[in-house]
């Protein structure tokens, strides 16, 4: 069973994607339901959880609606706007449909870094354990310490961390202050990583201005701290196609993991690969997926 606990669908247009700049052209074309079935075909991908792309009730809706039509779609982390004063009714009648089974707000681009704290979001993000929602961190690696005073304030929360927290990864330089703090919310037991979203963080070291292909040993190093860290029981693989595009094809990034995961056992690659994801976002795994 291989479950990707992380990926995207939409239907492109510049007005309502407008972080698809002009360095992203090919993720300027519609992702939709059918174009996953071909990447399921292609890779022997069981199940999906599909993760907002915009801060959108009508996304989210929208995104449940496909997860109820399409049996590789186990699962849903949407949007909801979790610092509205009336947050709670939306929670309430998307919490209702068993697809949903996360949010997630987009504070990478919050211009305040410690957007996480904020009294009406945190209000918002305690509602969350009554309907059974799982949170989706999505930060900036500078983003950790308000990630970790949010998560102490949330103990009974399930949340994920996405891509890592989006380190920095050059040839010539680790990012050590990603690991100090992402190894400090990885403490926290009601915290999960996802790796996923990694490649999309090399840049070219600085001796080079070329955007030049990657490779396993470039991201080794943050595989073995995040695994290190959370342990296999807490870290689940996810894609984050389409956006893995812009730096590799779905199947040579899974084929990374499933390196990178070599020296795992049996047991842990299975909690890698589906077991963890399964178990968090408490999706409802078929047999035989179709």
């Known amino acids: 069973m291989l479950i990707d606990s992380h990926h ?6 510049a007005e309502e994607y407008p972080w698809i700049d002009e360095d992203m052209a090919i993720l300027r074309d519609d992702f939709l ?13 069981d199940g999906f959880v599909t993760v907002q792309a915009r801060q959108s009730i009508a996304e989210t809706e929208s995104l449940i609606e496909i997860a109820a039509r399409f049996p590789r779609v186990l699962g849903v982390v949407g949007w909801v706007p979790l610092a509205s004063p009336t947050a709670h009714e939306p929670l309430r009648r998307l919490a209702a449909s068993p697809w949903l089974k996360g949010v997630r707000h987009v504070a990478q681009d ?4 410690r957007f996480l704290l904020r009294a009406d979001f945190n209000r918002g993000l305690a509602m969350l354990p009554e309907f059974g929602l799982v949170y989706d961190i999505l930060i900036y690696a500078r983003q950790l310490p308000a990630a970790i005073e949010m998560a102490d304030a949330h103990p009974t929360l399930p949340m994920v961390l996405d891509h890592i927290a989006k380190p920095t990864i050059t040839d010539d330089r680790f990012d050590v202050a990603w690991e100090r703090d992402f ?4 403490k926290r037991p009601h915290v999960s990583c996802k790796f996923s979203g990694v490649v999309t ?3 070219p070291s600085a001796d080079t ?10 991201i080794r190093r943050y595989w073995d ?9 807490r870290l689940m693989f996810g894609s984050d196609w389409p956006v893995c ?5 779905y199947s040579r990034w899974l084929e990374t993991v499933g390196e990178l995961a070599g020296s795992l056992s049996p047991a842990e690659r299975f909690a890698l690969f589906s077991g963890n994801a399964t178990r968090i976002y408490k999706l409802d795994v078929p047999n035989d997926p179709g």
């Open 201 to 203: 963080e090399i840049r």
């Open 110 to 113: 919050e211009p305040d870094d």
């Open 183 to 186: 190894r400090e919310l990885a």
């Open 225 to 233: 701290v995040a695994l290190d860290a959370f342990g296999p029981n």
């Open 8 to 13: 995207h669908l939409w239907t492109y247009s």
């Open 209 to 218: 201005d070329r955007d030049e292909d990657w490779s396993v040993e470039q």
């Open 33 to 45: 339901p059918e174009h996953l079935e071909e990447v399921a075909r292609s890779t022997g991908i």
């Open 245 to 249: 595009l812009l730096r590799t094809p």
